[in-house]
């Protein structure tokens, strides 16, 4: 009787890995078991969690539940599949918001590296927390490589791709250069990008062709002492530091400084960017002072700059999200064009801090 029990078990534990679907000649595979991209720590509660189980007892209710979201996420394989489904489990019933498209909110979206470049293939719409979607069929056998990211504001419980039997699936190698890690708020985040593969980290990640942490926290990237703890335990090639729209007034020198202080501490090496408040696209009509916020942060720079011996840089707002007003959802989020807009001017300044 136990010897049965065990070869169930054994079956079963075979079956979490590729189960074919008899009906439609498909076999599935767990995504967890190909490459993932945009996990920081090992150590989560779930796999599809952006911060370690120790974060729990730090931070604060509301970044422990953004946590769960898998924004900036992605599964890098390689298929000759001439078809390929998906089907994705949401941990969130809320599939979009009033300004924000599920797409974006708890849709998958598929890239292909076509000619050397990364080309938009096909989005998987959510329609329920359990979701099935053809991404493409009917297309050449031939062997091409895939990225799938995750999406922004929903988290996962499961998340499987589908192809034809026979045909091969296979994770693609881990890229040697380390991740660029953002951090900051609903923008980072992705707020409002049509699709996964549209938020800002996402569009740079494709530009330079480097591995991308995505912690941004919607409404809570106030850059507490506790998350600058967490951020410091991570080994990046760069950090990009977007968290002055969460931020008030009254705390931007305190935490900004201790986030230099915690990074450089661990990492003297690791190039910082410091990234302007973007402008809210109807002050115009206000004729206000400049941000106060970004007054303090420029002058943490200054005096802050000298100690990183090259290694601190600073992008101011000005064409973040361009001059013509139409860069966003509400005069804060960025739609794709402002996310566009966001990622060609912070793109080079990576480059030059890798040293590229």
């Not at 946590?67 to 809320?94: H, I, Y």
């Not at 942060?297 to 007003?325: H, P, Q, R």
């Not at 966003?328 to 590229?356: C, E, N, S, Y």
Request: one cysteine or more; glycine letters at 8%; proline letters at 5%.
């Amino acid at each position: 009787m136990i010897r049965i029990m065990l070869v169930i078990l054994f079956l079963s534990s075979v079956g979490t890995c590729a189960e074919k679907k008899e009906e439609d000649n498909i076999v599935w595979h767990e995504a967890a078991r190909l490459t993932i991209e945009g996990r920081g720590w090992d150590d989560t509660e779930t796999f599809y969690y952006r911060l370690p189980k120790s974060a729990k007892s730090m931070v604060r209710n509301e970044v422990w539940g953004l946590a769960s979201n898998t924004a900036g996420m992605m599964v890098r394989f390689a298929t000759d599949a001439s078809e390929l489904k998906v089907r994705w489990n949401l941990t969130g019933s809320m599939l979009a918001m009033n300004h924000f498209a599920a797409t974006g909110v708890s849709g998958v979206d598929l890239y292909v590296k076509y000619k050397g470049n990364w080309r938009w293939v096909a989005t998987g719409r959510p329609s329920a927390q359990e979701n099935e979607s053809t991404l493409f069929s009917g297309v050449p056998v031939e062997n091409r490589e895939f990225m799938l990211y995750l999406p922004l504001y929903n988290g996962l419980t499961k998340l499987e791709l589908g192809i034809p039997d026979g045909a091969k699936i296979e994770g693609s190698p881990v890229r040697k250069t380390r991740p660029v890690v953002f951090y900051g708020t609903s923008i980072t985040h992705g707020g409002c990008a049509s699709r996964p593969g549209m938020a800002y980290p996402a569009i740079i990640g494709r530009k330079l062709d480097v591995p991308t942490i995505n912690l941004g926290f919607s409404g809570n990237g106030k850059c507490e002492h506790e998350v600058a703890d967490l951020l410091a335990e991570l080994d990046p090639s760069v950090y990009v530091i977007d968290p002055l729209p969460n931020m008030t007034e009254d705390i931007v020198d305190d935490h900004i400084r201790y986030l230099l202080k915690a990074l450089h501490s661990a990492h003297p090496n690791t190039p910082v960017i410091l990234v302007e408040n973007v402008v809210y696209q109807y002050e115009f009509i206000h004729e206000g002072p400049r941000n106060p916020k970004n007054v303090i942060l420029e002058k943490i720079y200054k005096d802050s700059v000298k100690d990183w011996a090259g290694k601190l840089y600073y992008v101011k707002n000005t064409k973040l999200l361009g001059s013509d007003g139409e860069g966003t959802v509400d005069g804060v989020h960025p739609t794709d064009l402002g996310f566009v807009r966001m990622a060609d001017v912070i793109a080079p300044v990576i480059q030059k801090a890798m040293g590229r």
